[in-house]
């Protein structure tokens, strides 16, 4: 179980932490409280298969440093849809291709709400996505009762408080800076971009509510942390799997050399042409699968799902881990293997159909906006990489596989590399 700094703390430190709590909350008024939530909500829950919660912290110790596994692991053994504790909150985790695209495409009103968590008000003022996936990221959303009395996880929330205070307040001054100078038929980037959309009163369609100023610094906020942070994520995985797999590396390089050629850089345009490095692209994500559990959900409505009935205000886990290491959908999913989504072993083209099937970016009413442009953010920045450089490890360095789960958030948590050493080859030269 990780804190909001992305960290499993040693686990007599953690005991010790739990024990402390344990006999401070007994005799505490949220205590209390506490009870009469659990029996307040239990009985919505009877119907849904689960793991035994232990009191206060329910199934936290459970999940491990890879929840996304013993997620996995778990809907072996209840099925796709099953009941678990956090804290005192209630999660309801959905699993599978079929299950998650029911609930989030087919009942996408149904499951389109966020949770409640005090966190999510830290970044952006809890106005924005990005702001609600870093704000997910605090013990203090499952077992507020920690904010009640000094300890080292209320420490930490504080800290993480004032470093998005300071982003979100870096970010308020630039669109400030812009605004004084903003002149009326002139972009100059993105900023004004905004600017001129949203304060001359733009919207997003006819009788829909209509953006208001302060979402320029949400929005920008959304773009320079969740998306950056992707890419960030994914590059890493991106250059470890070339070094790892130099043939494949060679065969992406001269992809590239006979379809963009030596004289310039690839450009968006030239993915149509070079298929092995648009399923490379693909399969880094799939085999990754650095975001394996999406920022959680929460129903709207008292909803059904596989037979279940779910109440209003649930908070609801996708485990993307699950559909991207699905054997029923991936042959040899645990293989690292590009060529799955090429049409034919020539490279004549991707095959489309599967790759919709990665799960990355989410789906439905909640899928990642900008998901098309991180996708050619993702592809520029590989290629240009690949086309100028070669990639290898230092000379004994053994490269693994094993990734961190990492990041400021526990619940959308990234799988981030261990740090490697490695040597860049220039091959303009």
Known sequence: FLNSFGYVPAAPTLALIVLAVLLLVFKAPCWKHWRSDSSDHHQWFQGIPGPI????????????????????????????????????????VINGEETIREALVKHAADFAGRPDFPSYHLVSNG???????????????????????PNPIRALFHDFELINRDIFT????????????????????????????IESGGGIGEGETKLQPHHVESTLTDIFGASQDTL????????????????????????LDLVVGRDRLPRSGDRINLPFTEAFMYEVLRYTCFVPITIPHATTTDTELNGFDIPKDTIIFINQWSVNRDPKIWKDPEKFWPERFLQDQSSKGVDRELIRRVLIFSAGRRRCVGEELAKVQLFLFSSILLHQLNFSPKSGEQLSLEGVYSLPDWIEKKIILK????????RST
Request: proline share 3%; aromatic share 12%.
């Open 170 to 197: 870096f970010i308020k001054k630039k669109v400030e800076e812009h605004r004084e100078t903003y002149r009326e038929g002139t972009v100059r980037d993105m900023i004004d971009a905004f600017i001129k959309l």
């Open 232 to 255: 960030s994520t994914f590059l890493q995985w991106f250059v470890l799997l070339v070094m790892k797999y130099p043939k494949m590396q060679n065969r992406l390089q001269k992809e």
């Open 53 to 92: 919660a232990f009191p206060l912290i329910g199934n936290s110790f459970q999940l491990g440093s890879m929840p996304h596994l013993k997620l996995s692991r778990m809907a072996a053994k209840y099925g796709d849809v099953f009941h678990l504790k956090l804290g005192s909150r209630h999660i309801v």
């Open 127 to 149: 106005y924005t996505h990005f702001g609600k996936t870093v704000g997910a990221g605090s013990l203090v959303d499952v077992m507020p009762w920690l904010l009640k009395f």
């Open 419 to 426: 740090v490697i050493s490695l040597k860049l080859l220039n």
